[in-house]
Structure formats: structure tokens, C-alpha cells
């Protein structure tokens, strides 16, 4: 059985895989005993029956430039000529450190970025915060598409020392960009730009969330549009975000992880 940290960096791994592969990779961690309906079922199941986070690595499917796409997203640099092996190993030790961490990649000093580590939400409530919040972010950036000027949005909805992944993808997965961000300011920024520059507007589809160690974790599915003035296009891409929402001392709350994978429709 999988670890709790196991678990979610696994998840994070197959989030990379295109569709197919995940669907045969549960045929095979199953031997074909378990049928799901969609992808999203396959990856639960992936998860629920591996033994084992080093054994899931080391599946045929987990193919090393997904590995390697990985590291490069948690902030790990490797040799791009390191095999599968040494690429596994780095990730297990990666997991080592993140063992003796509450929360990774995010400050465990509530007192640098301002945030209060009280937090103690049921499920309940974290759903319904992750609801208002999507409605939020998503309504801001959507403001933002149709007129450059709106001045809702800014860097006050982002921790100071806050850290954003943006990955695109071609529909095969085999062009892949990823880029990352550190700091309110370059995050709000960056974001900003999809919005204001490229026109792009995020129709969420389903979400989830729960709270792991006071942080709230919000992962959303949905659309990618773009803004033809003044009609919305057809969906041009496939978006899946999370998000970790950490309280502040005055008990809002701020976003201090972003990660956004993009998967356009089109080759």
C-alpha cells in the first residue's frame, strides 16, 4: 500500500500520462480484473493497487521522460541523459526529504509568509471553500479576458513566497513546456497574462478538495476557451489545476502552490 506521500506524488506522475496510458496501465497493475468508466477512475485504482510507490516507478508505462518531466516540475534538476534507474532513485529520494516535511515546496514558518497554521476544516467546509474560491479566481481571470483594465485581480490573492507550475502539452504529449514561477508578484503576473494577452478563459468542470496539515488542496478539471471578441471559441484544450490554499492570520486565504496543466485538443 502506498504511503500518504507516495500516494500524492504518485498521482501528480500520472496526471503527466496521456489518457491511453493510464487506461493500460491499470489493466496491468490489475491483471484486467477491474473495468473503470474514465480516466479518472483508473488513476484511483492505479493508486489503490500498487504495492508500492518504487514499484508503481518501474512500471513499463511510467516512461522516463514523464519521470524526468516530474523532477523538473518539483524544482529537482537532473542530467537529461540519467536513465529510468538513477531517475527513480532521485525521485525516492526526493520522497525521503518531503517525509519530514508537512507541507513541500511550502514555508513551515508561518511567521515568513503570514500565514496561520490553525486551520481545521472538515470536508464540508473545505468543499464549500474551494467552490467560492474557483468561482472567484476563475471570474476574476474571465474579467480580466474581457477588459485588460478590470483591477480586481492583483497580487494580494497570492503568498508572498508562492510557487507556480504552468505545464502545456500537445495532445499526444510528446511536445511538452513547463515553467516555473517564484514569488506574488511573477505568479499574478503570469496568470494575468493568459488572461489579459492570449484571451484564454478556464471553465471548470468538476473540482475536488480536502485539507492536508492545515492547507486546503483544491484540484479542478475543466475547459480552456479562448475570448474572440465578443464570443467565446470552441474548447481548444484540456485544463486540470490544484491549488494550495494556506489561512492568514486574519483568516483569509491565499494561494502559496499553483500547478496548471494544459493539454491542447489539436496535435
Same mark, same amino acid.
Given at each position: 500500500?502506498?504511503?500518504?506521500i507516495?500516494?500524492?506524488q504518485c ?9 491511453p ?6 489493466d496491468?497493475?490489475?491483471k484486467n480484473?477491474?473495468v ?7 488513476r484511483?485504482v ?6 508500492s ?5 518501474q512500471?513499463?508505462k511510467?516512461k522516463r521522460? $514523464?519521470?524526468?518531466?516530474?523532477l523538473h516540475?518539483?524544482g ?7 536513465e529510468?534507474d ?8 526526493y520522497w525521503?526529504i518531503?517525509k ?10 508561518p511567521?515568513e509568509?503570514?500565514t ?16 467560492e474560491?474557483?468561482?472567484? $479566481? ?5 474579467e ?9 485581480w492583483?497580487?494580494s490573492?497570492f ?9 502545456v ?5 510528446t ?5 516555473n514561477?517564484i514569488g506574488a508578484?511573477?505568479c499574478?503576473q503570469?496568470l ?7 484571451k484564454?478563459c478556464? $471553465?471548470?468542470q468538476?473540482?475536488?478538495s480536502?485539507?492536508h496539515d492545515?492547507?486546503?488542496?483544491v484540484?479542478?478539471?475543466?475547459d480552456v ?5 465578443p464570443?467565446?471559441?470552441?474548447a ?13 492570520f486574519t483568516?483569509?486565504w491565499?494561494i ?12
Amino acid at each position: 500500500m502506498l504511503t500518504g506521500i507516495e500516494f500524492e506524488q504518485c498521482e501528480n506522475i500520472l496526471r503527466l500520462l496521456p489518457d491511453p496510458d493510464v487506461v493500460s496501465l491499470k489493466d496491468t497493475v490489475t491483471k484486467n480484473l477491474i473495468v473503470t468508466t474514465t480516466v479518472e477512475e483508473a488513476r484511483d485504482v492505479i493508486l489503490q493497487f500498487s504495492n508500492s510507490g518504487k514499484e508503481l516507478l518501474q512500471r513499463k508505462k511510467m516512461k522516463r521522460n $514523464f519521470l524526468f518531466l516530474y523532477l523538473h516540475k518539483v524544482g529537482i534538476p537532473v542530467d537529461p541523459s540519467k536513465e529510468k534507474d538513477g531517475l527513480i532513485q532521485s525521485i525516492l529520494s526526493y520522497w525521503d526529504i518531503l517525509k519530514g516535511v508537512t507541507i513541500p515546496n511550502l514555508s513551515t514558518n508561518p511567521q515568513e509568509s503570514g500565514t496561520s497554521s490553525g486551520s481545521s476544516l472538515s470536508q464540508v467546509e473545505s468543499e464549500k471553500l474551494g467552490a467560492e474560491f474557483l468561482d472567484l $479566481f476563475y471570474g476574476l481571470l474571465k474579467e480580466l479576458a474581457r477588459d485588460s483594465e478590470a483591477t480586481s485581480w492583483g497580487k494580494s490573492y497570492f503568498a508572498e513566497n508562492c510557487k507556480l507550475v504552468v505545464t502545456v502539452m500537445n495532445k499526444d504529449s510528446t511536445d511538452i513546456s513547463v515553467e516555473n514561477y517564484i514569488g506574488a508578484e511573477m505568479c499574478e503576473q503570469t496568470l494575468a497574462d493568459l488572461a489579459r494577452i492570449q484571451k484564454l478563459c478556464f $471553465f471548470k468542470q468538476e473540482f475536488k478538495s480536502s485539507v492536508h496539515d492545515s492547507v486546503v488542496v483544491v484540484n479542478v478539471k475543466g475547459d480552456v476557451k479562448k475570448l474572440v471578441f465578443p464570443e467565446l471559441s470552441q474548447a481548444i484544450a484540456k485544463f486540470e489545476q490544484t491549488f494550495h490554499l494556506q489561512q492568514t492570520f486574519t483568516d483569509s486565504w491565499i494561494i502559496e502552490l499553483c500547478d496548471l496543466n494544459i493539454k491542447m485538443n489539436e496535435t
